[in-house]
T-cell receptor
Framework: AQSVTQPDIHITVSEGASLELRCNYS??????LFWYVQSPGQGLQLLLKYFSGDTLVQGIKGFEAEFKRSQSSFNLRKPSVHWSDAAEYFCAVGGAGANNLFFGTGTRLTVIP | KAGVTQTPRYLIKTRGQQVTLSCSPI?????VSWYQQTPGQGLQFLFEYFSETQRNKGNFPGRFSGRQFSNSRSEMNVSTLELGDSALYLCASSLKGTQETQYFGPGTRLLVL
């Protein structure tokens, strides 16, 4: 069965500190992986995606993620967090034959000055 | 290009009523997917439409239905509303629907009293 696990419900980091948000997935076929960000009351904005090729992918706002097939993980990283990064982050997995995404439960990021 | 638009942005209904939500995809996109977001269940896939045909469906009761018009605009309908239908309903569009990025609208927040 397809599923996505984001083990951290809430993370607090200081502005300027590095960030890593964890994502583990279970998918029976070749996964397509996404990270989305959601600000309060807003829709989802795509940060980055992995379909194939280089396992380290760069996204918007200075985010990157690394696909590790052996660990079924797709962790999101940012070297230096800004106060404006405070939001909820969702990892999602999809497949080649369908357009339905399976989302994790999200990680809420708080940034303290 | 304009993004995905959803109307209305907010709705208040009472139990037993029905509601129709609208989604206009990005120009040129032919696939529209709908998701329900609640604090308890997170983000869940409802259904996807492509070229006016439902191509994929999530695990929701028949009270949830949708359709897509020839201009790719989509509507979803929920009949006999229940309190548990209170949620943020997100629409996403993509060009063809498979192996692609989905772009999300801001959502319609539905409150059922």
């Amino acid at each position: 069965a397809q599923s996505v696990t984001q083990p951290d419900i809430h993370i607090t980091v200081s502005e300027g500190a590095s960030l890593e948000l964890r994502c583990n997935y279970s998918y029976g076929a070749t996964p397509y992986l996404f990270w989305y960000v959601q600000s309060p009351g807003q829709g989802l904005q795509l940060l980055l995606k992995y379909f194939s090729g280089d396992t380290l992918v760069q996204g918007i706002k200075g985010f990157e993620a690394e696909f590790k097939r052996s660990q079924s993980s797709f962790n999101l990283r940012k070297p230096s967090v800004h106060w404006s990064d405070a939001a909820e982050y969702f990892c999602a997995v999809g497949g080649a034959g369908a357009n339905n995404l399976f989302f994790g439960t999200g990680t809420r990021l708080t940034v303290i000055p | 290009k304009a993004g995905v638009t959803q109307t209305p942005r907010y709705l208040i209904k009472t139990r037993g009523q029905q509601v129709t939500l609208s989604c206009s995809p990005i120009s040129g996109h032919r696939s529209v997917s709908w998701y329900q977001q609640t604090p308890g269940q997170g983000l869940q896939f409802l259904f996807e439409y492509f070229s006016e045909t439902q191509r994929n469906k999530g695990n929701f009761p028949g009270r949830f239905s949708g359709r897509q018009f020839s201009n790719s605009r989509s509507e979803m309908n929920v009949s006999t509303l229940e309190l548990g239908d209170s949620a943020l309903y997100l629409c996403a569009s993509s060009l063809k629907g498979t192996q692609e990025t989905q772009y999300f609208g801001p959502g319609t927040r539905l409150l059922v009293l």
